[in-house]
């Protein structure tokens, strides 16, 4: 029982790449979130899905998109990188929108 | 809209020392109220939560929380700190589908 991963860990990307990070869960959650986390801030939610098929926004979602293609699956895509978007990603799962379960992360760097 | 404050950005202590980290949130008909521990390059670990019944909250590793809702505060407390507890420490409120988090408090245990 892995829980929630995040691949990759680490990512170093230039002005206007795109890159997509993968989230997974194999705990049957229907909800699976985004967040950013950037020093003094806290985590904000970028988008979120209640359920596979459907994604919606969060607090902070410009520049990004995400898809929901498997419920297992949580996908999040940065289409032309940015230097504000340099951060650490998280991704959680939950089963009924109460306790979250995290993963490890994934600190990108946009130079 | 939901939201919550952290009082204090970071707290020094000594170790066996007690500890409190202040949360207040928005007042709301019902909350789900939530504390969350970061370790230094990890993800978030649920310390515990209250969804409703007894005003104390008991978690992991000793911590305890109280929920007031007069005072709309949500305080984490531990009697007897460790070096290993330094870390990261959110407060979280479920906002509809998704948690908003507080911008989080750096306790620092040293000996």
């Known amino acids: 029982n892995a829980g929630v991963t995040q691949t990759p860990k680490f990512r170093v990307l230039k002005t206007g790449q795109s890159m997509t990070l993968l989230c997974a869960q194999d705990?049957?959650?229907?909800?699976m979130y985004w967040y950013r986390q950037d020093p003094g801030m806290g985590l904000r939610l970028i988008h979120y899905?209640?359920?596979?098929?459907?994604?919606a926004k969060g607090e902070v979602p410009d520049g990004y998109n995400v898809s929901r293609l498997k419920k297992q699956n949580f996908l999040l895509g940065l289409e032309s990188a940015a230097p504000s978007q340099t951060s650490v990603y998280f991704c959680?799962?939950?089963?009924?929108?109460?306790?979250?379960?995290f993963g490890p992360g994934t600190r990108l760097t946009v130079l | 809209a939901q939201s919550v404050t952290q009082l204090d950005s970071q707290v020094p202590v000594f170790e066996e020392a007690p500890v409190e980290l202040r949360c207040n949130y928005s007042s709301s008909v019902s909350v789900y109220l939530f504390w969350y521990v970061q370790y230094p390059n990890q993800g978030l670990q649920l310390l515990l939560k209250?969804?409703?019944?007894?005003?104390l909250v008991k978690g992991i590793n000793g911590f305890e929380a109280e929920f007031n809702k007069s005072q709309t505060s949500f305080h984490l407390r531990k009697p007897s700190v460790h070096i290993s507890d330094t870390a990261e420490y959110f407060c979280?409120?479920?906002?509809?589908?998704?948690?908003?988090f507080g911008k989080g408090t750096t306790l620092s245990v040293s000996s």
């Open positions: 979280a409120v479920r906002g509809g589908t998704a948690l908003i």
């Open positions: 705990m049957n959650h229907e909800y």
């Open positions: 959680a799962s939950s089963y009924e929108g109460n306790e979250q379960f």
């Open positions: 209250y969804l409703s019944g007894s005003t």
């Open positions: 899905s209640v359920g596979e098929g459907t994604t």
